[in-house]
């Protein structure tokens, strides 16, 4: 029986160390390029968000430098209500578009992110909730746009 173990944890091990998996964001920190942003557009919150992120990436002796259009829209739709009309809960979604450009290549990237939040009681919690959830998709957004990037050749 112990034998068997040992055989499977094997097996395993062998399997895991050779499917070729590798971490998607793995080297995402190690980036040589810069973003200037050259117009902003749609919502504000929004936009403020995704400057402040795509901010990390603005060296000056960088390979590569891209000139980044944004445009942004946020949605908040009510997908559930109770028996008093009260919505319960809603659907966040976030639209961004980014047009990327540089000396020898340019390019759109269109990303929505959506996340179903449930209604909370107390108006403020769900305020700071909803502050959370844009915080969120907008990390997603911008870490898909800097993947974009660093696979650009």
């Given at each position: 029986?112990?034998?068997?173990?040992?055989?499977?944890?094997?097996?395993?091990?062998?399997?895991?160390?050779s499917c070729g998996y590798s971490p998607l964001y793995k080297d995402?920190?190690?980036?040589?390029?810069?973003?200037?942003?050259?117009?902003?557009?749609?919502?504000?919150?929004?936009?403020?968000?995704?400057?402040?992120?795509?901010?990390?990436?603005?060296?000056?002796?960088?390979?590569?430098?891209?000139?980044?259009?944004?445009?942004?829209?946020?949605?908040?739709?009510?997908?559930?209500?109770?028996?008093?009309?009260?919505?319960?809960?809603?659907?966040?979604?976030?639209?961004?578009?980014?047009?990327?450009?540089?000396?020898?290549?340019?390019?759109?990237f269109l990303f929505k992110e959506s996340f179903n939040m449930k209604?909370?009681?107390?108006?403020?919690?769900?305020?700071?909730?909803?502050?959370?959830?844009?915080?969120?998709?907008?990390?997603?957004?911008?870490?898909?746009?800097?993947?974009?990037?660093?696979?650009?050749?």
């Open positions: 029986m112990k034998k068997l173990k040992s055989i499977n944890l094997i097996i395993i091990f062998l399997l895991f160390t995402l920190s190690n980036i040589n390029f810069s973003i200037t942003l050259s117009e902003v557009n749609g919502n504000r919150t929004i936009n403020n968000l995704i400057k402040s992120k795509l901010n990390n990436y603005n060296s000056s002796d960088a390979e590569k430098k891209y000139d980044i259009d944004i445009n942004t829209k946020y949605i908040k739709d009510i997908i559930a209500k109770d028996t008093t009309g009260a919505a319960t809960e809603y659907k966040l979604t976030i639209n961004a578009t980014f047009k990327v450009s540089s000396n020898d290549y340019e390019n759109e209604s909370i009681s107390d108006k403020l919690e769900e305020q700071d909730y909803e502050e959370d959830i844009q915080s969120n998709l907008v990390n997603i957004i911008t870490r898909k746009l800097i993947l974009q990037l660093s696979l650009v050749k």
